[in-house]
C-alpha cells in the first residue's frame, strides 16, 4: 500500500506508506477523506493548494469481477465544493496490480510548462516533459504516449479543455482497446489536471505488485457468489448485454422523466429513433459491436462500439447519458449525430452531460434552433478552438446562462442534472438537490426502484429516505470501486453479505454486518463537512426555481419535496 505525491512545484515524485488515517481506504473514500484532511476548503480550484488525486478502488486489481474503477477527487471549480468523477477503462485495474493505493498530485507547474506522468512496471513513477504534447487531442495524444512508452500501457489525460481550464473540462482515461474513450468528466477535474500542468499519466499494465488478500480462498469464495448475481440478473445477465445503458431511455420517457428541449418537456417525440433498440439494430446493420467489454474485468458487457454507414470507427461507448444530453435535451433524433457529438466531447476533453446541457440552454435561449445537428457541432468544436463563446460553452450550463441573461438553467452547485427531470422522478431531484457533488444521478440513482414500483415517482412521500439510502450505498460502492451498474448486487441481503466477507478476506479483520453502511456514512460525513468549510449552505442544496414553479408534461407536475425533507437527508442515524 502506498502513495505516490507527486509535487509539480518543484517537480519531484516521492513515495510514501499509506498513512494510517486513510487505511481501509479505496476509490471515492479515498479522495474525498484525504481531500477533506489535505486541502484548505476555502482555496482557489485552480491554485496550488488544491490536490488532484487519484485512487483505484479498494478492491480493483483484485480476481472481482467489474472492479475497474478509478475515483478522481480534488475540489472542483464548477462546483465550489468537493468532487469525485469515476472512470473505468484500464488504469484502476493497473494501479491495483502495481500496488499503488493512489497518486496525489500537488502545487502548479511553472508558467508555461507542462509535464506527464510515467510509471512502469515496477511502480517507480518520473516526471517527464510534455511541452511537445500542447494542445493535443487525447485521440492523437493516447496513441502518441502508446507508440513512445508501448502497448503495455495505459492512459489517463486532457485535452484543449483541461489545458483552457475549462469548468466541464474531463479527464480521459483509455478503454480496453486504447481508446480515451472512458472519462472522469464530471466537476471540471480536467481543469484541475490542466492547472497542475499535467497533460496526461501513463501506467504500465504489467504490475504484479497488487496488495496481498489476507484470506484468498474465501475472497475467491465470495468473489464468485457476486459475479453468479451479476450473471444471472436480467438488467446485468441480459439486458445491458444486448441494449448496453441506453436500454432504459424507453422507460425512462414512458414515466415521462425523459428532459428533453432544455427540460421544458418530458418526453421527446423522436425517442424511438436514438433508443438503445435504434442503436442496437443500427450497429447491428454496419457491423459495429452491441456488446462490448470496455472496462477491464467486466463480465456484463455494456458498451458499444459505434461505427459510421463505411464501418469505420466512431465513438465508443455511446451511453444513455449521452444520447439524451446530445439527443432528447437539444432536440437531436439522429444517433450519427449524437455519436459525432460523443467523440468529438472525448477528443477535446469535455463532459457529455454538462455541454449538451450547456447547449439545451443556448437554444433555449435563441442562439441555435432546438433539432440543429450541425449547430451543435460547431458550437462543440469552439471550445477547442478557445472561441469567446466556446470558452462560455466549456464553463457549462450556469456560465451560459448569465451569458444569454436565461432563467432557465438545470443545475445544482453549477453541475447540470442528468437524464432524468426531478419533476417526474422525485427523488432524483432529491439526489440533485442534496448530493455533495452537485446535481449527479449517479450519486443516487432510484430509477430502479420506479420501474420495479416499489416507489411512486410524482410523490413527495418517501423521497428523500429513499434517496439518503442510495447515496450511503453509492458512495460505499465508490470506495469499494465497483461499477454502479453491478451495484445493484449489494442490494440484496445475501449480496451485502457476500460484499462484506469479501472486504473481511480482502483486509484480514472481520467487518461488522454494517460496515458498508459505514463506510458510506463516513464518505458523505466528510464531503458534507468539507462542503460546508468551503462556503456551501442549505441554499446550495436546492433546485433551481423553474422547477418548482414550471409543470412538466405530460405530467404537468412541478418538484414538491419539501426544503424541510431536503435538509434532513443527511442526517444519519
Known amino acids: ?158 485535452g484543449p479543455a483541461g489545458e483552457l481550464q475549462l469548468a466541464s473540462a474531463s479527464i480521459q482515461t483509455t478503454d480496453v482497446d486504447d481508446r480515451p474513450c472512458r472519462a472522469a468528466a464530471r466537476g471540471g477535474l480536467g481543469a484541475v489536471m490542466g492547472a497542475k500542468g499535467l497533460k496526461a499519466v501513463v501506467v504500465s499494465t504489467e504490475g504484479k505488485n497488487a496488495d496481498a488478500i489476507a484470506d484468498p480462498e474465501a475472497f475467491k469464495e465470495a468473489a464468485k457468489a457476486i459475479a453468479q448475481s451479476i450473471q444471472k440478473n436480467p438488467f446485468t445477465g441480459q439486458m445491458l448485454p444486448a441494449l448496453g445503458t441506453a436500454g432504459i431511455l424507453g422507460g425512462v420517457n414512458a414515466l415521462g422523466a425523459f428532459p428533453s428541449y432544455n427540460a421544458t418537456k418530458g418526453v421527446f417525440d423522436g425517442w424511438e429513433k436514438i433508443s438503445g433498440e435504434a442503436l442496437a439494430k443500427r450497429m447491428q446493420e454496419r457491423g459495429g459491436k452491441t456488446k462490448h467489454m470496455g472496462c477491464s474485468q467486466c463480465i456484463i458487457h455494456c458498451s458499444n462500439e459505434y461505427v459510421d454507414e463505411k464501418g469505420a470507427y466512431v465513438t465508443s461507448s455511446l451511453e444513455y447519458e449521452t444520447i439524451w444530453s446530445m439527443g432528447g435535451m437539444i432536440g437531436v433524433d439522429d444517433l450519427d449525430t449524437i455519436a459525432q457529438l460523443d467523440f468529438l466531447c472525448d477528443d477535446i476533453g469535455l463532459d457529455t452531460i454538462n455541454t449538451g446541457v450547456a447547449m439545451a440552454v443556448a437554444m433555449d435561449a435563441g442562439h441555435k434552433p432546438f433539432g440543429d445537428g450541425a449547430a451543435a457541432i460547431a458550437m462543440v468544436e469552439e471550445v477547442a478552438l478557445g472561441t469567446d463563446f466556446g470558452k462560455i460553452l466549456g464553463n457549462g450550463p450556469v456560465a451560459v446562462g448569465k451569458h444569454f441573461n436565461h432563467h432557465r438553467v438545470p443545475a445544482v452547485k453549477g453541475q447540470s442534472i442528468a437524464a432524468y427531470d426531478p419533476r417526474a422522478m422525485q427523488g432524483l ?63 440484496s441481503a445475501k449480496g451485502r453479505e457476500a460484499m462484506t466477507r469479501m472486504l473481511s478476506a480482502k483486509l484480514g479483520q472481520e467487518m461488522a454486518p454494517d460496515a458498508i453502511s459505514a463506510m458510506g456514512v463516513r464518505i458523505l460525513q466528510a464531503e458534507k463537512g468539507f462542503n460546508t468549510k468551503a462556503g456551501l449552505t442549505a441554499k446550495d442544496d436546492r433546485l433551481p426555481r423553474f422547477f418548482y414553479e414550471e409543470p412538466l408534461p405530460p405530467h404537468n407536475t412541478v418538484f414538491t419535496v419539501t426544503d424541510a425533507d431536503l435538509d434532513k437527508v443527511y442526517t444519519f442515524r
Open 1 to 158: 500500500m502506498k502513495l505516490i505525491r507527486v509535487n509539480m512545484t518543484d517537480q519531484t515524485v516521492q513515495v510514501e506508506d499509506v498513512p494510517q488515517q486513510y487505511a481501509g481506504l479505496g476509490g471515492r473514500g479515498l479522495t474525498s477523506v484525504m481531500i477533506d484532511a489535505e486541502v484548505p476548503p476555502q482555496c482557489d480550484p485552480l491554485g496550488p493548494e488544491n490536490k488532484l488525486i487519484l485512487a483505484p478502488g479498494l478492491l480493483s486489481g483484485t480476481p472481482l469481477v467489474n472492479t475497474g474503477r478509478i475515483s478522481i477527487g480534488a475540489k472542483s471549480p464548477l462546483t465550489g465544493g468537493i468532487k469525485e468523477s469515476n472512470s473505468g477503462g484500464k488504469i484502476a485495474t493497473s494501479l491495483g496490480k502495481l500496488g499503488i493505493t493512489a497518486i496525489v498530485v500537488e502545487g502548479r507547474s511553472p508558467a508555461g510548462t507542462l509535464g506527464m506522468l510515467v510509471i512502469d512496471p515496477s511502480g517507480n513513477a518520473v516526471l517527464k516533459d510534455a511541452s511537445a504534447l500542447k494542445g493535443m487531442r487525447t485521440y492523437a495524444l493516447s496513441a502518441k504516449l502508446l507508440q513512445d512508452f508501448g502497448p503495455k500501457n495505459t492512459v489517463a489525460c486532457i
Open 429 to 491: 431531484g432529491v439526489t440533485y438537490a442534496t448530493s455533495t457533488m452537485g446535481a449527479d444521478h449517479t450519486a443516487g440513482n432510484l430509477l430502479g426502484l420506479y420501474l420495479a414500483g416499489a416507489l411512486k415517482p410524482l410523490e413527495p412521500e418517501g423521497q428523500a429516505d429513499a434517496s439518503r439510502v442510495a447515496q450511503i450505498t453509492m458512495a460505499a460502492l465508490d470506495c469499494i470501486g465497483l461499477c454502479i451498474l453491478a451495484g445493484g448486487v449489494v442490494a
